[in-house]
């Protein structure tokens, strides 16, 4: 042991630690440390069988149908609601305009958000990269509710922008409840989720290799497809689930900016469950969306491979 | 290849300095020109300015001031990708997401060659590189010194005017890495390519060029042949650096050196004074000892104060009291492997040309 003087106290963060690793020793004895990685993810798997459970109780009540007379659930068991969701056309419009609007999202998102992430690992100016994060989080910070009435704001018959219009004679339009204003706040909505999920992807490509594809006789644009891309590809993929699966399930964009003439799934299963209060038709929906989601996500993953999310594993 | 022998060199540094603002300029005054088809190695400690000066060469940085001409255009009149430089980097820069035929085929399809006879080149490339028949390898199933090869191959395969290389082989075993030295002079003759490399290793240097360009501190300090550079250091720091010298302080004298009011055979290597402070540098290997000492011109008693055990040879460091210092030996002798002990007193010798003097300002 190293010498030491008499008064020699250790630091009050190496006390604590020692603290805190010897009261753990007590409670958890070396002896389960095999089981002590299952000890950590049972709070995640006990909330996610929360999960499954829910969904058990919304299967159960999507094969029960309202009875108009009496307002309560049947007490057989019939694919009605499901037969009734799938022949309207309501239903049916509506599942398209979400499953449209996910992948338009999800396209213009990646497509924006890419160069965003590349601009802000590959610049060597510090402040750039602050403006471009405080820029990035601004609207984060603010709120998806009060984002959207700023867009009221803006967009709306007498808001700026077609105050600006009229200045030069332009008649007012208008710029909200309509599709494109729902697929814009989306976009806008997404953005920092998709530059945050690529952001670490492209901080793991070396600006060197880059440099050596220029050296190689590979111009910018090559470069990028060849290269970029390629190498980013994790990145993009998650960025393009979490996008996607999040623009198909959301609810509060298009009530806010579609003014509830552009409902996505999330409103309509939202309807029958507080406005209809028809539970079962509701249930059928919600499980459809479920259904959905999953797909898609598994066929990523059949095509891509979990490899991809860099999550170990090649493939 | 450098099929178009024009009449000028491939390369022109001409007074180029770089200044990162960080302190200390990475690269000062550095001016020397390559002809074509010719082999040179840039040798430095750490930190000298050795990947600055390559990567202003390549065109990937701008000098500070001064002029780098490539072929006679200046290096950024073209565009990057443009330009006919083959670069193998320190971190070798490979595409981890291909295979090794399609990183090698990389630069063929980047510069539009005809898809037909791209398989062809790349098996010729890396047959070169003794790589034949990994092509379908990814490049992290590949070792460290295969990947090294790949880049070599991949820098190589579309024949560019010019090859730099920025330390290719310095994370291989010793052995490897003198294959791979005695490869790369194999293939650089057989292909002509102008090429410059960067390295810290002084053996590698001696092996593989025609010419060295020695930099320390940002500043080139002698650009010759390895002959030259072995025979004739312009000054102690790369004495220092290629092989292995000790060193004398002393004054100038007209027979050498007077050191520690004695006076040793040596010859001046620079304008220097009878009496100015001057400092002597000998090698190791021209160091005797034992009786090889007693013919020579100067001749001191010295004892033995550590012997270190490098194989075919060992190596005395040796005591010197009358001159108050010490100096380093190398003895090679398969009759007599390890004559002497340690703490043994031997007769210490040099010839009076093996003794080099430097003005003492002289780094
Ligand atoms: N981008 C940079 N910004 C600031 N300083 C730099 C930069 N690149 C290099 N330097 C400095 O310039 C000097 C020369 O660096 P350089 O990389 O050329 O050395 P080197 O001779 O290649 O060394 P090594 O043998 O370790 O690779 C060093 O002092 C280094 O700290
Ligand atoms: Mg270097």
Redesign the pocket.
């Known amino acids: 042991m190293p010498e030491t003087p008499a008064d020699f106290r250790y630091p009050l963060r190496w006390r604590l630690m020692d603290g805190i690793e010897a009261l753990a020793d007590r409670i958890w004895p070396r002896r389960l440390a095999p089981w002590t990685g299952w000890l950590l993810i049972t709070p995640a798997l006990l909330l996610v069988g929360l999960l499954v459970l829910g969904l058990i109780q919304i299967a159960d009540s999507s094969l029960r149908t309202l009875d108009t007379a009496t307002f309560l659930p049947s007490e057989d068991w019939s694919l009605a609601n499901f037969e009734k969701a799938l022949a309207s056309r309501v239903y049916l419009t509506v599942a398209w305009r979400s499953l449209l609007g996910a992948a338009l999202t999800t396209f213009l998102t990646l497509a924006l958000a890419f160069p965003y992430a590349y601009a802000l690992v590959r610049t060597r100016r510090p402040w750039v990269r602050k403006a471009l994060l405080i820029t990035l989080f601004l609207p984060f910070f603010i709120g998806q509710v009060v984002r959207a009435y700023g867009w009221l704001i803006i967009l709306g018959n007498s808001g700026m922008v077609n105050e600006a219009l009229s200045l030069v004679g332009v008649a007012p339009m208008r710029l909200l409840f309509n599709y494109p204003a729902v697929i814009f706040g989306m976009v806008q909505y997404m953005l920092p989720f998709a530059v945050l999920l690529m952001v670490p992807a492209l901080a793991a490509i070396p600006a060197e290799t880059e440099t050596a594809a220029g050296s190689l006789g590979a111009n910018w644009l090559r470069t990028t497809w060849h290269v970029v891309l390629p190498m980013a590809k994790p990145g993009l993929i998650g960025a393009g689930l979490v996008v996607a699966t999040l623009s198909l399930t959301d609810f509060a964009v298009p009530a806010m900016l579609g003014g509830g003439s552009q409902d996505f799934i999330a409103n309509a299963i939202y309807d029958q469950f507080f406005r209809t209060a028809d539970q079962g038709l509701g249930s059928a929906l919600a499980l459809m969306l479920v259904a959905a989601g999953s797909v898609l996500v598994g066929l990523v993953f059949l095509v891509f491979g979990a490899g991809t999310l860099s999550m170990g594993g090649r493939r | 290849m450098a099929a178009v022998r024009s009449e000028q060199p491939a390369v022109v540094v001409q007074g180029v300095d770089m200044d990162?603002g960080?302190g200390?300029m990475?690269v000062k005054g550095a001016s020397f020109a390559l002809e074509p088809g010719r082999f040179l190695t840039i040798l430095?400690?750490?930190?000298?300015?050795?990947?600055?000066?390559l990567r202003m060469i390549a065109g990937f940085q701008a000098p500070t001031r001064g002029e780098i001409l490539i072929g006679g255009r200046p290096a950024d009149a073209v565009a990057p990708h443009r330009r006919s430089i083959g670069m193998v980097f320190?971190k070798l820069a490979l595409f981890p997401h291909m295979t090794v035929n399609a990183n090698v085929a990389f630069p063929l399809k980047m510069r539009r060659h005809d898809p037909r006879t791209i398989p062809a080149r790349v098996a010729r490339y890396l047959d070169l590189v003794r790589l034949g028949g990994y092509g379908n390898r990814r490049i992290h199933e590949l070792s460290g010194g295969q990947q090294q090869r790949v880049a070599i191959a991949r820098a190589l395969v579309f024949e560019p005017d010019l090859l730099l290389l920025d330390?290719p082989l310095a994370a291989l075993d010793r052995k490897l890495r003198e294959e791979m030295q005695l490869e790369f002079r194999r293939i650089q003759k057989e292909l002509g390519v102008t090429t410059i490399n960067?390295t810290?290793d002084q053996r590698e240097a001696l092996v593989v060029s025609d010419e060295i360009i020695v930099?320390d501190h940002?500043e080139i300090q002698q650009h010759t042949s390895p002959v030259d550079m072995y025979r004739s250091p312009a000054n102690p720091f790369v004495a220092s650096f290629i092989g292995v010298s000790s060193f004398l302080e002393g004054l100038s004298s007209p027979r050498g050196l007077m050191v520690n009011g004695v006076d040793c055979a040596g010859v001046a290597a620079g304008a220097i004074l009878p009496g100015m402070p001057a400092r002597g540098a000998i090698r190791a290997e021209q160091t005797r000892i034992g009786a090889a000492a007693e013919a020579c011109d100067t001749v001191l008693e010295g004892r033995i104060t550590d012997t270190i055990f490098e194989g075919e040879r060992l190596m005395y460091f040796v005591d010197l009291p009358a001159l108050g210092t010490g100096v380093r030996i190398y003895h090679h002798d398969p009759a007599e492997h390890a004559p002497f002990e340690k703490g043994a007193t031997v007769s210490t010798g040099w010839n009076a040309r093996d003794l080099l003097i430097f003005p003492a300002k002289d780094r």
């Open positions: 990162f960080t200390a990475a430095g400690p750490s930190g000298s300015g050795k990947t600055t000066l320190q330390e960067v810290h930099m940002g």
